[in-house]
Structure formats: structure tokens, C-alpha cells
């Protein structure tokens, strides 16, 4: 794309593609490491290319905000996908499962350093997902809060767990 005589438009950032592709690339990786550095490799590209957009002077403040944060909320939502996929035992094609982002995630205001400030919540009623740990924590069995806690430890590592090519700082 030409950058220098356009505004940036939403057009110029297809989420929807960038998912879609990544996703692509997650499903024929061959390990869950290697998926956690393809994650990584594909946010840092983006970011790398909105920062030149950003050099070029065509990104406002608000505008360079709303793509790193439409960036994390990709990245978020393949990652819980691609993690809810590598269950063996999953009862349900899509996880009710949220990432809910506080901080400048949440508020649509991040900048380069920032980082993740995020809350994982589940409510699922059917009889094999585990029940609220906050709200039943003793009707809740031991086993299906260790579901749901590799599944969290799972996201949170695919967004910044080490790896061999890389130790995340």
C-alpha cells in the first residue's frame, strides 16, 4: 500500500484478514511454541508497520490508540480460539469464555510500551464446564478449575510466555 497520500482509513487495517490469516498460520504450526512465536511475530509486524505509518505522520494520537488497541484485541481473540481449539475435551465449539481488558486496553488508549491489564471470566451452564470459582468455589470441583486455569495460563502465556527465539521482557 501507498501510505503517502492517504489518510489512514479503517480499510488500511483489516482486522478480519489479519485473523483470519493468522489463524491460518496458527492452525499448521507444528507445536504450541512455535504457535506462541508466530502470535508474537505477527503482533510485532503489525506493530511495526502501524509505527511507520505513525512516522510518516499520518497516525493521530487517537487514531495510532484505536489500531494498537484494535491489534491487542485481535491478537486476544485468535489467541482464546486457538487455545479453546487444543482442549481435548471441549463441549462446545465456541468458549464462553471473555477477556475482559482494563487499564489503557480498556479504555482504547494504548501506546507503544503499554501493557495488557486483563481479567478472564466463563459462565457456562452446561453440566461438564466448571462453575464460577468466584461465586461457588465450594460447589466447583477441583478438576474443572484446573480446566479453566490452563486455559487462562494458556492465553497468557501464548501473549508473553519465553520460547526458544524469544524471552519475552
Excluded at 501510505?3 to 504450541?32: C, I, N
Excluded at 512465536?37 to 510518516?56: G, K, N, P, S, Y
Excluded at 494498537?68 to 485468535?78: I, Q
Amino acid at each position: 500500500m501507498n501510505y503517502s497520500t492517504t489518510k489512514p482509513s479503517r480499510a488500511q487495517f483489516d482486522w478480519t484478514e489479519f485473523k483470519r490469516s493468522l489463524t491460518a498460520r496458527l492452525q499448521a504450526a507444528e507445536d504450541a511454541e512455535h504457535q506462541m512465536d508466530l502470535l508474537r511475530h505477527a503482533h510485532q509486524a503489525e506493530v511495526f508497520r502501524i509505527l511507520l505509518i505513525d512516522l510518516a505522520g499520518r497516525l493521530s494520537v487517537e487514531h495510532l490508540s484505536d489500531r494498537l488497541s484494535e491489534l491487542a484485541d485481535a491478537v486476544l481473540d485468535v489467541t482464546v480460539q486457538t487455545v479453546w481449539r487444543q482442549f481435548p475435551k471441549r463441549h462446545r465449539e465456541t468458549p464462553r469464555f471473555s477477556v475482559i481488558a482494563y487499564g489503557k486496553l480498556g479504555g482504547k488508549e494504548l501506546g507503544y510500551a503499554s501493557d495488557l491489564d486483563l481479567i478472564f471470566l466463563y459462565d457456562d451452564p452446561h453440566d461438564s464446564a466448571p462453575t464460577s470459582t468466584r461465586c461457588s468455589r465450594a460447589a466447583s470441583s477441583p478438576g474443572s478449575r484446573q480446566r479453566w486455569e490452563r486455559a487462562r495460563s494458556s492465553m497468557s502465556t501464548c501473549a508473553c510466555g519465553p520460547t526458544a527465539s524469544r524471552v519475552c521482557s
